[in-house]
Every structure is written in structure tokens, then in C-alpha cells.
């Protein structure tokens, strides 16, 4: 495993503008790689860590664990593409095994391989790519707030997940300032 982000890494969290300083104190933090994020989860969390400020953070979380299902992760180095249906462990990123199901624990470390996540149509909770509830795809924790608000706008249940997908860190950005204005003066309906 290398000890510290490649340059490519480094280049693109320039770009979504962390300052080098910044960027030089992430591997004594534990980031080490693209998939250190995607444990971190969210902005706020990875302001917490860094003391970025907010823009920064987002900019950042959307790059790294943007991106849906079917996503592009770094494992020991080489770029590897997953298939949607093959999971790797939130803690030691050990490939599961073929008959893996939603909630399994890792047979490598024994915690559960992936992140239990609250539905953004139903209210449930569970792990797994889709609500057990209501079947809804889940979306990113960090997105939870943004795929409310698009249920808010009357978006469908399937559509909210592509729609999510398909917004720039921009029109995020935006639909984040949304979801604020909407959960504040009005008492939350889930
Ligand atoms: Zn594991
Ligand atoms: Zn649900």
C-alpha cells in the first residue's frame, strides 16, 4: 500500500482547492488513498479532520466518493473498475465473497462490509445497494440531504438516485442551499 496520496491524487484535490499545506497533513490523518474518503463519508466529517472550509469539502467528497454504483477505486495501486454487484469490505477493502448478501460481515475482519444507510424515500435503515423497505436504491450518506430534497420536488423514487448521478458539484452545491432553506422554518416531514 503506499504511504501517501499519488501525485495524480494530490493534482486533483489542488483542483478542487485544498491549499499544499492542507494536502501535506493528510497522510498523518490516515489519508493515504482515494478510498480514505469514502470511509471519512461526508464534508462535514472531512472538514472536522482537515478544517477545510465547506466549498472545499464538498468539492472534494463529490469527487471521491461521488460517481454511483459502478464506481472506479484504487486497490494497491492499480485502478481497478467494479461491477456493480461486487463489493469490497468499508473497513479492510477485501473483495466479498460471490454469495455475498446486503448486512454479511467480512470474512476477512468481521465487521459488517458495508455502511448502513438510511432511505431517502421511506425512512428505513439498512445495508445494501437498495432499501429493503420499499426497494428504493440508496444513495451516498453524504447525499441523503440532497436526495430528500429531490424527493421534496416531487422527483420518483427510481429517478432520484440517476438524477443524483447526473448533477455537477455545482448544481449540488445548489440543491444542498435547497435543502437547507427547506429543513429550516419547516418542521421535517419524514
Ligand atoms: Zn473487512
Ligand atoms: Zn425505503
Redesign the pocket.
Known amino acids: 500500500m503506499p504511504a501517501s496520496l499519488s501525485v495524480l491524487e494530490q493534482n486533483i484535490l489542488k483542483a478542487k482547492g485544498m491549499k499544499e499545506a492542507q494536502i501535506k497533513k493528510l497522510p498523518k490523518l490516515g489519508i493515504t488513498s482515494k478510498a480514505a474518503f469514502a470511509t471519512i463519508g461526508d464534508a462535514a466529517t472531512l472538514r472536522e479532520l482537515t478544517g477545510i472550509d465547506e466549498t472545499t469539502a464538498k468539492a472534494v467528497m463529490a469527487w471521491a466518493v461521488g460517481g454511483g454504483s459502478a464506481s472506479t477505486q484504487s486497490v494497491g495501486g492499480t485502478v481497478v473498475v467494479d461491477s456493480a454487484d461486487i463489493v469490497y ?1 468499508l ?2 477493502k ?1 473483495r466479498q465473497p460471490k454469495d455475498y448478501q446486503p448486512g454479511d460481515l ?1 470474512p ?2 468481521g ?1 459488517q ?1 458495508e455502511p448502513v444507510v438510511a432511505c431517502y424515500w421511506c425512512g428505513a435503515s439498512g445495508p445494501g445497494k437498495f432499501c429493503r423497505q420499499c426497494g428504493a436504491e440508496h444513495v451516498l450518506a453524504g447525499e441523503l440531504e440532497l436526495a430528500l430534497q429531490l424527493r421534496r420536488d416531487g422527483i420518483a423514487k427510481d429517478d432520484i438516485p440517476k438524477r443524483l448521478a447526473s448533477l455537477s458539484v455545482a448544481e449540488k452545491e445548489a440543491l444542498f442551499a435547497r435543502a437547507r432553506k427547506a429543513t429550516h422554518g419547516h418542521a421535517r416531514n419524514m
Open positions: 469490505c473497513h479492510c477485501t467480512c476477512s475482519c465487521k462490509a
